[in-house]
């Protein structure tokens, strides 16, 4: 019975780092994702087989079990995660704000060309 759920939760694990290495806009941040997922990826497999690796791992670093080894592990990860959100997001306003600006800019009634306009057609009068 406990390698059925083993075997559910590698195969879990798995796909969820597939569907997280999907493609992005950054190349060189696409590499450090992808490797930091398959990191955890094959730490997360051997922890699920191994449980009482992650125990001594956590036990030499101090931490009496393996799952506060795990707890403590995804508190810095969701940390990081929230700051590199928070950073891609000020990113995106900043693009946009300068985007819209240039738009308005492009798009604003330019008063010379009225006024040329105007002069052009008081020339063909005359």
């Not at 969820?16 to 696409?30: E, P, W």
């Not at 997922?37 to 191994?50: C, D, E, G, K, R």
């Not at 693009?95 to 819209?100: F, K």
Request: net charge positive; hydrophobic share 55%.
């Amino acid at each position: 019975m406990i390698l059925i759920v083993q075997i559910a939760l590698v195969v879990a694990v798995i796909l969820v780092s597939l569907v997280l290495m999907r493609g992005g806009v950054n190349a060189k941040h696409l590499a450090v994702r992808r490797i930091m997922l398959m990191t955890f990826a094959v730490a997360a497999a051997l922890s699920i087989f191994f449980p009482d690796t992650l125990t001594r791992i956590a036990s030499y670093l101090g931490i009496g079990r393996g799952t506060d080894l795990v707890l403590y592990a995804t508190i810095v990860s969701f940390f990081v995660f929230m700051a590199t959100t928070y950073q891609r997001f000020r990113n995106m306003e900043t693009s946009i704000t300068t985007l819209s600006r240039r738009i308005a800019l492009d798009e604003a009634p330019k008063p010379w060309a009225a006024k040329q306009g105007q002069n052009c057609a008081d020339d063909h009068r005359q």
